[in-house]
């Protein structure tokens, strides 16, 4: 990794911005040997977007080394990013975070668990067409990303203190993210929770759903323990009792998230429920994700939900699967004593759930 180059030259009191380039399809061009994509050298943005000139913002980059398409990406890559965050925390008003678009709702969602007391934006952001193309969407998702990460209030404050993702037009809460479009430039959406912003002629902020709730007198602490022992069991119809004893039982795993049906349904046959209640009375933290889009968990609702519960099951309410796992990664990373996790997966600590 370096800190390659100053995009423009710094003036003081000038509001700054760190452009943090992990690599994705934004960054890369044809190789022309064999026509696939691969990362270009970075120092060559401006000449894509020169556009960015025109900011009155200081603008420097970092590059990661390698670059990597992002479904390569490994919680190290989370490590780094909030140790960097850290580092250059005092010396940036807000950061962007160009990563592929693969994984970036994962990354954007445990970088809001692992970054405690945010009080300045980090705006993940990429392209479904890699920015040397014409038709491209990386200009505008990087444009409005670094308008975004600069803007602040009449006091000097910033605008959206959080982790996010800009895209196709919309802030969305980081930990609320989930890629819906492999190809169209609408690729995330926030099903269970409002934009933060819109950019339109102007960029409307939707200030009643940012999170402003920072301290101003203490500093950011980075939380970089990890614990990875995850498993994700998603039900599906015909599903065998030796796969989910493999998933549920396993022994590298601390944690499963149950991806269950609607509001937090699964089958009621006895060998289903009697896993998962062996699973639990090993102590394992079971959470219970829904694998519709929107709505919520509700065990009560239902006798096969309920069976869920009585078992020991943690209800996930309205999480994503990718919040769900950058929250046990970063809770289980934190805290040996499964019931103390288990109690936290329930409170909404970052705006990742409505409750
Ligand atoms: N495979 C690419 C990546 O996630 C796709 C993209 O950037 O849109 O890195």
Redesign the pocket.
Known sequence: MKLNFKLFPEKSSQTAVLLIYT????GMKEDPADGTLRPFDFSGILEEVPELRKFAVKIDSYTFNPL????DVEPSLWQALARLIRDRYDDYDGFVVL??????AYSASALSFMLENLGKPVVFT???LPIGKLRTDGKENLISAVEIAAAKDSHRHPMVPEVSICFNAQLLRGNRSVKVNATGFD?FKSPNYPPLATAGISIKYNNSFIHYGYDRRKGLTVHTDLDTRVSVLKLHPGITEQAVRDILLGDGSRAVILETYGSGNAPCRPWFLSLVREAASRGKILLNVTQCMSGDVDMDLYATGRALKDAGVVCGHDITTESALGKLFYLMGGHADNEKVKALLEKNLKGEISK
Do not use: E, K
């Open positions: 690599g994705g399809t934004i990597i398409d992002s479904s990563h592929g678009t693969d994984t970036m990429g392209s479904q690729a």
